[in-house]
Nanobody, 130 residues
């Protein structure tokens, strides 16, 4: 799986950004895709995920402000970020796990660990000023 993020920028508090991630994974029938972020000096942490049945999961700090979506026709994963706060400043990474058959689901702790995902993009920087 090859992933490439874009869309990071510098915005003021309360602003919006949409991050994009092109996903090159060949043919797959089920998936778990996610966005993580990393603060300087900290471990990468999960933000949101989406899986084959359309179910999305968000960490509490972004619920109601961020929306994850996947456009299968464009093989692109998005993260719409609204009402951004200075504490959202971080480098954002997309990640994905795909499976050629049906049945792959995001495990319960998939946003709490990084080791379940094996493919990562290079990241895109988001800076939010107050």
């Amino acid at each position: 799986v090859h992933l490439a993020e874009s869309g990071g920028d510098s915005v003021q508090s309360g602003g919006s950004l949409r991050l994009s991630c092109t996903v090159s994974a060949g043919t797959y029938s089920s998936y778990c895709m996610a966005w993580f972020r990393q603060f300087p000096g900290k471990e990468r942490e999960g933000v949101a995920s989406i899986e084959t049945d359309g179910r999305s999961t968000y960490v509490d700090s972004v619920k109601g402000r961020f929306t994850i979506s996947l456009d299968n026709t464009k093989n692109t994963l998005y993260l719409q970020m609204d009402n951004l706060k200075p504490e959202d400043t971080a480098k954002y990474y997309c990640t994905a796990r795909t499976f050629p058959n049906t049945g792959l689901v995001c495990p319960p702790i998939h946003l709490q660990i990084t080791t379940w995902f094996s493919s990562w993009g290079q990241g895109t920087q988001v800076n939010v000023s107050s």
